[in-house]
C-alpha cells in the first residue's frame, strides 16, 4: 500500500524520463466528437493515448512536489501526496501491454490497411484568459502557447522539454468486431484507472495539510493565505503559483480517468458523452446548486430558512459541459455570497422582520422564503461564445486591499477551521466555509474548459462575481 511504498532510485530514473517530455491538452470539443460512438476500437485508442499520456502527467507532478521550494517537500502531507503520484505512475508504466495472438493481429492489420484510420479530430486553442495571466514561481511569463505544448517550453526545474510525438485521439476506427483480447484489456486497464481515481481522492486535503504543516513551520497565521506578506519575500508566490499549476494537473487527470472509465463502464444515453452531458441544461444545473447551498448555510447557521435566491435563466438554454464542474463552481459561489448576507445582517435577522411586520417572508423575499434578507440574484446569458453567470449579493462587499487575498489559498475570514488529517472527502465535499480553497479552486474549474471566474466588488454593499463558460467547447486544458 501507499503508506509503505517508496520511490526506488530506478523508478526515479524513469520519472525524470517521462517528465522531459510534454503534456498533451484535448479539448471538450475533441472528447465529445472521440466519444459520442464508442466500440471497442475507438476505447482501444483511448486507453493507448491515456497509458501514454498519465506518466507524462504524473511525472511532472512527482517531480515537482519533490522539487518545491522553502522546505514545502518537507512536509509529512506532501511526501505521502507525491507517494501517490509515484505509485500510480508505477502501476501505468508497468501495465501489461496488449498482447495478440498472430490470427487476431494479422486481422486487425487487414482491416486497418483497407480503412481510413487517420481522420483527426478538430483543432483546439488556447484559453484566451490565460495565454498570459499564467506565469511561473518567480513571477515571470513563459514563452508557448500555454499549455506546456511548446517546443521549448520550460518547466521542473528549467529542465527543457523534448519535442513530443503527437499522440492524439483519432476520429475513426476499424468497425469491425475485436477480438476478445482487446475486450479484456480495455476491461483492465479501466479497473487499474478506477483504482487510481479512487487513491488520489482525498489529494486536495492532503495538499492542504501539508500547506498548513508548512505555514506553522514558518510561523505565518492560518488563514491568512499565502501572498507576500508574511515576510518570506516571493516565497508564499511561489507555492500559491505551484498550487494553482497542482490543482489545475489535477482536475484534468481525474477528468481524463473519469471520462474513460465512463466510457466504458456506464450504459449509453442520449445525452451524455461519457461523464460529458452534450444538452446540460444551465437552469437545472443551477437550481439544484440554489438548494443545496441554501441547506448547508441553513443547516450550519441553524436557521429555519435562508437568504432567498433568485434565478434568471432561460429555461431551455443548453450546451456540452460536465455538469459536476459547473455546480461545484456556483455551489461555491453561492456560499460565499449566502455567508456574506447572513454575517451582514445576522442569523435572527428574518426572525427580527417577521416580529417587527408580522407577516412572515417580509416583502423582499423574492417568492423564494427567507425573511428580510435581500436576494441573491442569479443572472444567466448567452453570448457568441461565452454563457456568462452572474451571481450579485447585498453582503457587505470586500475592501480593495483584501481582492488580491480571496484569490489566494488558505485565506479565509472564518476562524477557527481545521482539517482533520483522516478526512477523506473528494473535491466537491465541503463545509460552509474555513479552508481558503472555495474561490482559488472554482476560478480553476471555470478555466480548465476555456472559461474563466471574475469578481467585482463594491465595498459596504455587496460583491459581484462573473463565471464565464466557453460555449464552443473548443479550448484545450491549460497544461502547465
Known sequence: MSAAFRISSTLWDKIHHFASFPQTGVSLQQMVLFGQHPSQGTLLKASQFLAEELPVRLAHRVKELDELPHNLSDMQSIRKVKNWYAQSFEELINFPPLSLSPTARQSLIAHSDKENVNIYLPKSVPNPSLVTSYLDGDGVARGGNGNGNSVCGVRNGNVKLRVSVERRYYAQTPSHVYPPEVHDYNARFTKTLDAIKRRHDPTVTTVAQGVLEWQRAKGIKAGTGLGPSHGYGYGSGE??????????????????????????????????????????????????????????????????????????????????????????????????????????????????????????????????????????????????????????????????????????????????????????????????????????????????????????????????????????????????
Not at 449509453?268 to 437550481?287: F, S, W
Not at 441553513?298 to 435562508?306: C, K, L, V
Not at 477557527?416 to 466555509?433: L, T, V
Open 239 to 480: 507555492v500559491q503559483a505551484w498550487l494553482d499549476r497542482f490543482y489545475m494537473s489535477r482536475i484534468g487527470i481525474r477528468f481524463l480517468i473519469g471520462q474513460h472509465v465512463a466510457l466504458n463502464t456506464q450504459q449509453p444515453h442520449k445525452d451524455y458523452v461519457g461523464i460529458i452531458c452534450t444538452q446540460a441544461n444551465i437552469h437545472d444545473i443551477l437550481q439544484e446548486a440554489i438548494e443545496n447551498a441554501r441547506f448547508v448555510c441553513e443547516e450550519h447557521y441553524a436557521m429555519f430558512r435562508g437568504p432567498p435566491v433568485q434565478l434568471i435563466c432561460p429555461p431551455d438554454l443548453t450546451f456540452a459541459y460536465v455538469p459536476g464542474h459547473l455546480s461545484h463552481i456556483v455551489f461555491e459561489l453561492l456560499k460565499n455570497s449566502l455567508r456574506a448576507v447572513v454575517e451582514r445582517f445576522g442569523a435572527d435577522y428574518e426572525d427580527r422582520v417577521v416580529k417587527d411586520s408580522g407577516v412572515w417572508g417580509g416583502a423582499s423575499a423574492g417568492g423564494n422564503g427567507g425573511g428580510g434578507y435581500p436576494p441573491i440574484k442569479v443572472i444567466v446569458v448567452e453570448g457568441s461564445e461565452d454563457i456568462t453567470i452572474k451571481i450579485s449579493d447585498e453582503g457587505g462587499g470586500i475592501p480593495r486591499s483584501a481582492i488580491p487575498l480571496i484569490w489566494t489559498y488558505m485565506y479565509t475570514t472564518m476562524a477557527g477551521q481545521s482539517i482533520d488529517q483522516n478526512f477523506q472527502a473528494g473535491d466537491f465535499q465541503a463545509p460552509m466555509a474555513g479552508f481558503g480553497y472555495g474561490l482559488p479552486l472554482s476560478r480553476l474549474y471555470a478555466r480548465y474548459f476555456g472559461g474563466d471566474l471574475r469578481l467585482i466588488s463594491m465595498d459596504g454593499f455587496g460583491t459581484d462575481v462573473y463565471i464565464h463558460l466557453n460555449k464552443l467547447s473548443s479550448s484545450r486544458e491549460p497544461l502547465l
